[in-house]
Nanobody
Framework: VQLQASGGGLVQAGRSLKVSCVASRAIFSVFSPLDMAWYRQASGQQRELVASITSSGTTNYAGSVKGRFTISRNNSRKTVSLQMNSLKPDDTAVYYC?????????WGQGTQVTVSS
């Protein structure tokens, strides 16, 4: 597995949750620097970008999560995390981590986040 995601679960609206993803040494060492991101896909909907962070640390957020979610990375640990605060039922989805360098791209297996009202 090239990207391993973890940290999903069931949480009440208004609470917080953190999902993390660790990249394998193979892709992180050979293909660095990597741009990393989190996407999500709700049932019956298309996958959408939630947040991204470049190799230099520049971040970008979807309008729907700006101010509530924070993406971060730790290159020494080969991880990218998404801190999600003030969660809403609309945030319910499978969250996927993503890594890119040039034309190469990798996806994690996804982790389910369910927010109850």
């Amino acid at each position: 597995v090239q990207l391993q995601a973890s940290g999903g679960g069931l949480v009440q609206a208004g609470r917080s949750l953190k999902v993390s993803c660790v990249a394998s040494r193979a892709i992180f060492s050979v293909f660095s620097p990597l741009d990393m991101a989190w996407y999500r896909q709700a049932s019956g909907q298309q996958r959408e970008l939630v947040a991204s962070i470049t190799s230099s640390g520049t971040t970008n957020y979807a309008g729907s999560v700006k101010g509530r979610f924070t993406i971060s990375r730790n290159n020494s640990r080969k991880t990218v995390s998404l801190q999600m605060n003030s969660l809403k039922p609309d945030d319910t989805a499978v969250y996927y981590c993503n890594a890119k360098r040039g034309l190469s791209e990798w996806w994690g297996q996804g982790t389910q986040v369910t927010v109850s009202s």
